[in-house]
């Protein structure tokens, strides 16, 4: 079987569940450490002909990260396109699930079944918190509705103020977030890299959290920790 993935989650996922599947995969794709396949350019703007030429059995893809356009030319091509739609937990599991079994993985992965089972056996948050949770800036643009980073947070106790705007990453003016007055300001090192000296300026006086990206928008092996990982950010945020 040979594979190329669109999607960071889904590289490290399959790398680590189908060692020697994966041909190829982006530039953004950095999990597992010292993956050592062809790269293939951006998740929006992935080179079409170089993967072509890998002579992939698969490519696997997600409705959000990467273009139609692209996909519908490789399909063109000749090329076996599986598209991912992943809006919660729930249904990253589901998703992970028909992604390896496509990709020959003959047996269920250890670590999926041990991510399932720390999701299912959460403890109810002591209590809730609200937040916003910017993704860019300039402009400034926030998580909105259906989200898997929303529901992920929302699963942890942290309610983001702006999950029923009818935009999924709605743009925000920087006084409008301040004005919601959230308890806390999530800020994740991707897609915009957020740091101690670039964003937590923004929002004088409020706790920020700077997060991992990867904990919080990817869903492969990481969903094993996330809940610890976040959790602990959180809270040396509001301390």
């Not at 002909?49 to 992939?56: G, Q, S, Y």
């Not at 942290?158 to 004005?179: G, M, S, T």
């Not at 897609?191 to 101690?196: E, H, N, Q």
Request: overall charge negative.
């Amino acid at each position: 079987m040979r594979v190329v993935s669109l999607v960071p989650s889904l590289t490290e996922a399959v790398a680590v569940s189908a060692p020697g599947a994966l041909v190829g995969a982006t530039d953004w794709c950095s999990h597992p450490a010292g993956l050592d396949v062809t790269r293939v350019g951006g998740t929006k703007n992935p080179k079409v002909d170089r993967i072509v030429a890998l002579a992939p059995d698969l490519v696997i893809a997600n409705e959000e990260e990467n273009r139609a356009p692209d996909l519908d030319a490789l399909r063109t091509a000749g090329v076996e396109v599986l598209v991912t739609e992943v809006r919660d937990v729930p249904q990253a599991f589901r998703e992970l699930a028909r992604v390896l079994d496509a990709c020959g993985v003959p047996a269920r992965p250890r670590w999926l079944d041990e991510a399932e089972r720390t999701w299912s056996s959460l403890p109810a948050p002591d209590r809730r918190t609200t937040a916003v949770v910017p993704i860019w800036r300039r402009p400034w643009m926030v998580l909105g509705r259906d989200t898997f980073a929303g529901d992920v947070l929302a699963r942890l106790g942290v309610d983001h103020l702006y999950a029923a705007h009818e935009e999924r990453y709605p743009r925000i003016p920087l006084d409008d977030l301040l004005a919601a007055a959230p308890d806390v300001v999530v800020l994740p090192d991707e897609p915009y890299r957020f740091t101690a000296d670039d964003g937590p300026e923004a929002f004088p006086g409020r706790p920020c959290a700077l997060v991992s990206g990867r904990h919080l928008t990817w869903y492969g092996p990481s969903l094993t920790e996330t809940p610890r990982v976040l959790s602990e950010a959180l809270r040396a945020a509001r301390r």
